[in-house]
T-cell receptor, first 119, second 111 residues
């Protein structure tokens, strides 16, 4: 089956620093990837849609200058949390949709998530 | 607007059945269902397409009522491994549209 690798799995950083999270599709190409954020005992909230070769589309209320998304290739998207603060502490999850229009095209494959703790 | 799921949480004894409902305010083309264990990524269960119903996983099935913009997930003879939080993900059309998850239902199975 399709595999999405996300790392790091967890990161602790000081307030004011930047953190980069990588999301890779290992055995398929993904024109579109999605970034979600999840607070404890809450649902996954979509932050942005990442499209290869173009600018990301951010959901309402998500600061694009704070959460920088780069989708430079068909297998890699990165999320950089700039000038992180304690309120940015959360579980971040990426997902990818295979580019090829087969029966799996509707299905999303998720990375294992990144737990970010900002001190 | 986020799809609403009910119940928010349910506790079952092993072997009992459960139904989880998902309601959307938009017209739907398909509905996804995922299960997430604590601290892990969501795992795909099944997709239901407009005009059809699909069984995807173990003793778990689902229905999709396009007119009512609702979907229900049925878990029969629940097993301990079914514990987790279930999310629906309605989609308005086929294609690259984003997937917005429902509010979630936390299911706990006890021996």
């Amino acid at each position: 089956g399709a595999v999405v690798s996300q790392h790091p799995s967890w990161v602790i950083c000081k307030s004011g620093t930047s953190v980069k999270i990588e999301c890779r599709s290992l055995d398929f190409q993904a024109t579109t990837m999605f970034w979600y954020r999840q607070f404890p005992k809450q649902s996954l909230m979509l932050m942005a849609t990442s499209n290869e070769g173009s600018k990301a589309t951010y959901e309402q209320g998500v600061e694009k200058d704070k959460f920088l998304i780069n989708h430079a290739s068909l297998t890699l998207s990165t999320l950089t949390v700039t000038s992180a603060h304690p309120e940015d502490s959360s579980f971040y999850i990426c997902s990818a949709r295979p580019t090829l229009p087969d029966r799996h095209n509707e299905k999303l494959f998720f990375g294992s998530g990144t737990q970010l703790s900002v001190l | 607007q986020q799809p609403v799921q009910s119940p928010q949480a349910v506790i079952l004894r092993e072997g009992e059945d459960a139904v989880i409902n998902c309601s959307s305010s938009k017209a739907l083309y398909s509905v996804h269902w995922y299960r997430q264990k604590h601290g892990e990524a969501p795992v795909f269960l099944m997709i239901l397409l407009k005009g059809g119903e699909q069984k995807g996983h173990e003793k778990i099935s689902a229905s999709f009522n396009e007119k009512k913009q609702q979907s229900s997930l049925y878990l029969t003879a629940s097993q301990l491994s079914y514990s987790g939080t279930y999310f629906c993900g309605p989609r308005a059309r086929l294609g690259n549209e984003k997937l917005t998850f429902g509010t979630g239902t936390r299911l706990t199975i006890i021996p």
